[in-house]
């Protein structure tokens, strides 16, 4: 490994560990969080999981021979799921499972 990719790997582990520990550093427990902060706290997962399904579908070939079936089955098993049981990270597991494994080797 050379000096600049062991610079970059360092750098973007300060960045990320930047990004986790100043919410705790700006938000002191005990301390009221700001009505704004709290709002978007509650608004930006959604969006986040709404851009991410817009992002998984921008390059699905409608008018191809399968009209986008694959990619609506596994989004269809992602909503079950996360119906179900309400935990995201299994919904999209077992989405991302679903469409990897099984959804294409059957529409192959």
């Not at 990619?71 to 079950?80: D, P």
């Amino acid at each position: 490994m050379n000096s600049s990719m062991f610079l970059a790997i360092l750098l973007m582990a300060a960045v990320t560990f930047l990004t986790r520990w100043l919410p705790f550093a700006a938000f002191r427990p005990g301390q009221p969080i700001p009505k704004t902060i709290a709002y978007l706290g509650q608004v930006l997962p959604l969006a986040m999981m709404a851009m991410l399904v817009v992002y998984g579908l921008r390059s699905t070939d409608w008018l191809g021979s399968n009209h986008g079936l694959p990619e609506l089955l596994a989004l269809a098993v992602t909503g079950v799921i996360h119906g179900w049981k309400r935990n995201s990270l299994l919904s999209i597991g077992c989405g991302t499972l679903f469409y990897m494994v099984l959804v294409q080797q059957i529409f192959r």
